[in-house]
């Protein structure tokens, strides 16, 4: 089976790229929707961000927003944060392969906007990085309007810089044109594969 790691800076068009492999029935693990579930009521990582994020919990239901704010510039708590989630997330991640693999599948995906920071990409085989201009991805950040301009740079500025993703690709698909261009790159990608 292999594996094809998938991953950009915010805003740079993983989900878009994702869901087009989806519908070509490859499929797909999304580490931010596992990050979700975990924080949904009921997930896992719900009773570890209450007691380590005293405030943030109420009734069992995580207050994204005022969790958003506590680490957003405080650095350490991020890293708590972090520790809570990120071995969650690879337990799901493991559980993903495996169910693929008794499946049979011959390529599977693994959304991961932390590739390159977490880890995953020592478990692929191949690496798509989905890459637009910084205006452009900026522009899309704040047309979702759910963060500040200032929470934009924050988040931004913590990520690893789009130079140094593309450096570690090996693949770059451009996202900045139009959808339709990203859907062509991908099915040329995609066709030029199975002729491997
Ligand atoms: C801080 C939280 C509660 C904010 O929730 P919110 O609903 O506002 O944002 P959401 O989770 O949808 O993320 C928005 C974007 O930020 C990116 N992002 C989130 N956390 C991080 C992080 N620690 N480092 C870099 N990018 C991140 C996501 O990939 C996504 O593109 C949440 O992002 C969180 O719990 N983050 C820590 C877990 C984590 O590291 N996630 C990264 C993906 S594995
Ligand atoms: N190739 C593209 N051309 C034009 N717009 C695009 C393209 N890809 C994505 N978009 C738009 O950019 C926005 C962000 O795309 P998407 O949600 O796929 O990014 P993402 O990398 O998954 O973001 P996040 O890191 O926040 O999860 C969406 O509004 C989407 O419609």
């Known amino acids: 089976m292999r594996i ?19 519908r070509r029935h490859i499929p797909v693990f999304d580490a931010d929707r596992a990050v979700h579930a975990l924080q ?15 405030g943030t ?6 207050d994204r927003a ?16 972090e ?29 991961i906007p932390l590739l390159f920071e977490g880890g995953a990409w020592r478990l692929c085989d191949e690496i798509i990085v989905v890459s637009a201009p910084g205006s452009v991805q900026r ?7 759910r963060m500040s301009e200032a929470e934009i740079d924050a988040l931004i500025a913590r990520q690893m810089p789009d130079a140094e993703r593309r450096r570690r690709a090996d693949v770059v698909f451009s996202t900045g044109i139009g959808k339709m ?16």
Do not use: E
């Open 40 to 54: 949904a009521p009921g997930g896992a990582a719900i009773a570890p961000i209450a007691a380590a994020f005293p």
């Open 83 to 111: 520790a809570i989630i990120h071995p969650l997330v690879r337990h799901a991640q493991t559980r993903f392969l495996a169910r693929a693999r008794r499946a049979g599948r011959s390529l599977v995906v693994l959304d």
């Open 4 to 22: 094809i790691g998938l991953t950009g800076g915010i805003g740079m068009g993983k989900s878009t790229t994702a869901a087009t492999f989806r």
């Open 181 to 196: 261009s990203t859907y062509r790159q991908l099915a040329r990608w995609l066709a030029h594969r199975k002729h491997r």
């Open 66 to 81: 005022a969790l958003r704010a506590r680490v957003t510039n405080d650095p350490a708590s991020l890293k708590r944060l």
């Open 139 to 145: 522009a899309r950040l704040r047309a979702r309007g």
């Open 57 to 62: 919990v109420h009734d069992g239901t995580l």
